[in-house]
């Protein structure tokens, strides 16, 4: 159990000992005004941990689980909810409605499966967990009363590379390794997985896999898709480990029926993975165009290049004046190469003829290992600072709400417009606030990954919030904004997951035939339903 100051906050991103003090979170009240045109309100104070109320416990752990299972105050606040907005908002004010009544910390699979046996034998619900940062309900225990409890099964302890195959260059690695973690045993014999969320501090590998998990690179291989050799899982029903193979043809992939599956087929315990050795090559460049049309021309183009490069990301004006990367006067495209055999200079030069050749001005260009200093470094920085500045933006009352998606290229111009209008009117109807002009809401977008058929869209909504008002908002702009992607022809997912915040919408994305197929599956897999129910299937 990690000390006090060390372990993760019990409401939104971080740790205890990262929790900024209410004058730091005063102090961005003067940037709020300036960047986002939007008065704060004065800093609300989180509810302590000790003055939550939590729902009593219904179970009781056997002896012969006593050192794995836990009914620790702490231990079952800090799992009862996610990342998202909605989840921090009633974390901070210590809103806490369904609660796991037991949390399992197995250091060995062979606890993992002990407590997952005894769960299936109760009819007790289990919710596999890692880094907790699900932004999509997804490790939330909202689930139907029936259950006579509900065990949250955190394979964090499990976290270890256990073997590295150079030959192959495949790696198995234990499912609750974070990225940090298991960068760093990586990065002892020259290896790296390559996988960079923007939640790469605090989540797993496990949980990458479970929810088809996008890295930070935009091209190529951008999801934990790419890089799954095998993965072994625990179910109800028995082991699932598929063969460890480059490829196969033989029949429907067991591997990509675990890809995605959100924890309701098992418990995802280990997986070979391919790794790469690490870059010693670099090459990158901010490029500024006119507008985000202009910009999304030169994206395509790049895309369909055959370039691949690593970093391809469209900012547009707005997002790249958030952010710190640009004024505002410009969309801006943080272009960059790197390779582990060769100097990369060469296609950097080829990609800023596409560029140019869209009307692209490109900066400076940078070759070190570094990118701090320029645009691309001050966008890295917001990047990764993201879900700390969120926790403050809450306190000072402010909405913030992202949705992400993908669209192929012919459809994108008119998804666009039709995305950021739905957002703007919703955020301006929850906030009382006009949809256009001073004071209204702000919403950008940026590309965080391209393909050759089409981008990525990730749309950002700042707006302000009405103090005990903002799930309901949260939860009137969440349904517009969906209404609109699904609509409009785009994923109501490309790399958040479904949860159980997206479910209505994703019931609708998918065929029928399918989603009959999959609740066939997991009925194979759990005949008593108890592994992470409500998620993608009844």
Same mark, same amino acid.
């Given at each position: 159990?990690?000390?006090?100051?060390?372990?993760?906050?019990?409401?939104?991103?971080?740790? *205890?000992?990262?929790?900024?003090?209410?004058? @730091?979170?005063?102090?961005?009240?003067?940037?709020?005004?300036?960047?986002?045109?939007?008065?704060?309100?004065?800093?609300?104070?989180?509810?302590?941990?000790?003055?939550?109320?939590?729902?009593?416990?219904?179970?009781?752990?056997?002896?012969?689980?006593?050192?794995?299972?836990?009914?620790?105050?702490? *231990?079952?606040?800090?799992?009862?909810?996610?990342?998202?907005?909605?989840?921090?908002?009633?974390?901070?004010?210590?809103?806490?409605?369904?609660?796991? @009544?037991?949390?399992?910390?197995?250091?060995?699979?062979?606890?993992?499966?002990?407590?997952?046996?005894?769960?299936?034998?109760?009819?007790?619900?289990?919710?596999?967990?890692?880094?907790?940062?699900?932004?999509?309900?997804?490790?939330?225990?909202?689930?139907?009363?029936?259950?006579?409890?509900?065990?949250?099964?955190?394979?964090?302890?499990?976290?270890?590379?256990?073997?590295?195959?150079?030959?192959?260059?495949?790696?198995?690695?234990?499912?609750?390794?974070?990225?940090?973690?298991?960068?760093?045993?990586?990065?002892?014999?020259?290896?790296?997985?390559?996988?960079?969320?923007?939640?790469? *501090?605090?989540?797993?590998?496990?949980?990458?896999?479970?929810?088809?998990?996008?890295?930070?690179?935009?091209?190529?291989?951008?999801?934990?898709? @790419?890089?799954?050799?095998?993965?072994?899982?625990?179910?109800?029903?028995?082991?699932? *480990? !598929?063969?460890?193979?480059?490829?196969?043809?033989?029949?429907? !992939?067991?591997?990509?029926?675990?890809?995605?599956?959100?924890?309701?087929?098992?418990?995802?315990?280990?997986?070979?993975?391919?790794?790469?050795?690490?870059?010693?090559?670099?090459?990158?460049?901010?490029?500024?165009?006119?507008?985000?049309?202009?910009?999304?021309?030169?994206?395509?183009?790049?895309?369909?290049?055959?370039?691949?490069?690593?970093?391809?990301?469209?900012?547009?004006?707005?997002?790249?004046?958030?952010?710190?990367?640009?004024?505002?006067?410009?969309?801006?495209?943080?272009?960059?190469?790197?390779?582990?055999?060769?100097?990369?200079?060469?296609?950097?030069?080829?990609?800023?003829?596409?560029?140019?050749?869209?009307?692209?001005?490109?900066?400076?260009?940078?070759?070190?290992?570094?990118?701090?200093?320029?645009?691309?470094?001050?966008?890295?920085?917001?990047?990764?600072?993201?879900?700390?500045?969120?926790?403050?933006?809450?306190?000072?009352?402010?909405?913030?709400?992202?949705?992400?998606?993908?669209?192929?290229?012919?459809?994108?111009?008119?998804?666009?417009?039709?995305?950021?209008?739905?957002?703007?009117?919703?955020?301006?109807?929850? !906030?009382?606030?006009?949809?256009?002009?001073?004071?209204?809401?702000?919403?950008?977008?940026?590309?965080?990954?391209?393909?050759?058929?089409?981008?990525?869209?990730?749309?950002?909504?700042?707006?302000?919030?009405?103090?005990? !008002?903002?799930?309901?908002?949260?939860?009137?702009?969440?349904?517009?904004?969906?209404?609109?992607?699904?609509?409009?022809?785009?994923?109501?997912?490309?790399?958040?997951?479904?949860?159980?915040?997206?479910?209505?919408?994703?019931?609708?994305?998918?065929?029928?035939?399918?989603?009959?197929?999959?609740?066939?599956?997991?009925?194979?897999?759990?005949?008593?339903?108890?592994?992470?129910?409500?998620?993608?299937?009844?």
């Amino acid at each position: 159990m990690a000390s006090r100051g060390d372990r993760l906050k019990h409401w939104g991103w971080g740790r *205890e000992s990262q929790a900024p003090k209410p004058a @730091d979170v005063e102090a961005l009240a003067p940037l709020v005004r300036e960047r986002l045109g939007i008065e704060p309100q004065p800093v609300e104070a989180p509810t302590p941990l000790e003055a939550i109320e939590l729902p009593a416990p219904r179970i009781e752990p056997p002896a012969s689980l006593a050192g794995v299972l836990t009914a620790d105050r702490y *231990e079952r606040a800090s799992r009862a909810l996610g990342k998202a907005y909605r989840d921090v908002v009633r974390g901070m004010r210590g809103q806490i409605e369904y609660a796991p @009544d037991l949390v399992a910390t197995p250091r060995t699979e062979a606890d993992a499966e002990r407590v997952l046996a005894w769960c299936a034998e109760r009819g007790i619900a289990v919710i596999p967990f890692g880094g907790g940062t699900s932004v999509v309900g997804g490790v939330e225990p909202r689930l139907p009363r029936e259950y006579p409890g509900v065990v949250t099964l955190d394979v964090r302890g499990l976290d270890r590379v256990l073997e590295l195959d150079e030959a192959s260059r495949a790696a198995l690695i234990e499912a609750g390794a974070t990225g940090p973690r298991l960068e760093d045993q990586l990065r002892e014999r020259g290896y790296t997985l390559r996988c960079f969320p923007q939640s790469f *501090e605090f989540s797993t590998l496990g949980g990458w896999i479970a929810t088809r998990a996008g890295g930070h690179f935009a091209t190529r291989l951008t999801h934990i898709d @790419d890089m799954v050799e095998s993965i072994r899982a625990l179910t109800p029903g028995g082991t699932w *480990e !598929s063969r460890r193979l480059p490829g196969s043809g033989a029949g429907p !992939s067991p591997d990509r029926l675990l890809l995605g599956s959100e924890g309701i087929l098992g418990v995802i315990t280990r997986a070979w993975v391919r790794v790469l050795e690490r870059p010693r090559f670099r090459a990158a460049c901010p490029v500024a165009f006119a507008g985000f049309r202009e910009g999304a021309a030169a994206v395509r183009e790049l895309a369909q290049s055959g370039l691949d490069p690593a970093n391809c990301r469209l900012l547009d004006h707005g997002e790249a004046a958030i952010s710190g990367a640009g004024t505002g006067e410009h969309a801006l495209l943080m272009l960059g190469f790197e390779s582990a055999h060769h100097p990369v200079d060469g296609k950097l030069r080829v990609a800023l003829e596409v560029a140019r050749a869209h009307g692209g001005q490109p900066g400076e260009i940078r070759t070190s290992g570094g990118d701090s200093g320029d645009a691309s470094g001050a966008w890295r920085q917001s990047f990764l600072a993201a879900p700390y500045l969120r926790d403050s933006l809450v306190q000072l009352g402010i909405l913030t709400e992202t949705f992400e998606t993908a669209i192929t290229w012919d459809r994108f111009e008119e998804f666009h417009a039709t995305v950021t209008d739905a957002a703007r009117r919703a955020a301006a109807e929850a !906030s009382g606030t006009p949809a256009t002009g001073p004071g209204s809401p702000t919403v950008t977008c940026r590309f965080t990954h391209v393909y050759p058929d089409g981008p990525a869209p990730y749309f950002t909504v700042l707006a302000p919030a009405r103090r005990g !008002s903002e799930v309901e908002q949260w939860d009137a702009v969440k349904a517009a904004v969906s209404e609109a992607i699904i609509g409009a022809g785009g994923t109501i997912t490309h790399h958040h997951a479904v949860g159980r915040d997206h479910r209505p919408w994703y019931d609708r994305q998918r065929p029928d035939p399918f989603a009959a197929a999959l609740a066939a599956a997991k009925r194979a897999v759990d005949p008593g339903g108890v592994m992470n129910p409500g998620v993608l299937v009844d």
